[in-house]
């Protein structure tokens, strides 16, 4: 019902350093995995920016319905990050090159996209979204719980311990870097960052 769905991360965890870093990115990779290994059906209802782990989020529900004021993102390589979860789950549903491109460009896109390429499910108005959540919610309230956490498991066995335990070594090493001390530098003082690939 807010103006925004989701900002991401607050980056000043950059300053946590390369153990800080490590612990942060678990607990975050982890929390999205749990959604998708939930007995539960998980819609996310998107108004606004879903910007970084707010994309993520939108990756890891089962059913996104956004109002035509939704816009996605990934910016994190723009501040010397990698988005962990999307680089393990969103080839699955854009495809390899186009997710390649939005990871890497960190551009942001409009729900129009985000339905054409598969992100979001539904489109709706803004003055709709929460009802329209709701009516979903109430129609998979009447299936068998059994046959939808089965249907939800296996269509989500790909992604497993191995995937999100690589993504967060991988995702976490960018921490002790000086690229991410520019990253979140330039992002504060909103200017260009310097990057040096150190």
Known sequence: QGKIFSAGGDISIFNRGLAGG????????NAFASLEKT??????AVNGYALGGGTELTLASDIVIASEK????????????????????LHEIVGRTRAKELIMSGRQFDVKEA???????????????????????RLLMEKAPLSLTLAK????????????????HATSMFFGTEDIKEGQASFFEKRKPD???K
């Open 115 to 137: 339905e054409r390429i598969g992100i979001v499910n539904q489109i709706v108005p803004k003055d709709q979204l929460m009802a329209e959540a709701e009516k979903k919610a």
């Open 39 to 44: 007995r539960k059906p998980v819609i996310s």
């Open 153 to 168: 498991n296996i269509v989500n066995r790909a992604i497993g311990g191995e995937d999100i335990a690589a993504s967060v």
């Open 195 to 197: 990057f040096k690939g």
């Open 70 to 89: 939704a816009v996605f993102g990934l910016p994190e390589v723009g501040i010397g990050i990698m988005p962990g979860y999307a680089v393990i789950r």
């Open 22 to 29: 490590y612990k942060y990115i678990d607990f975050v990779l």
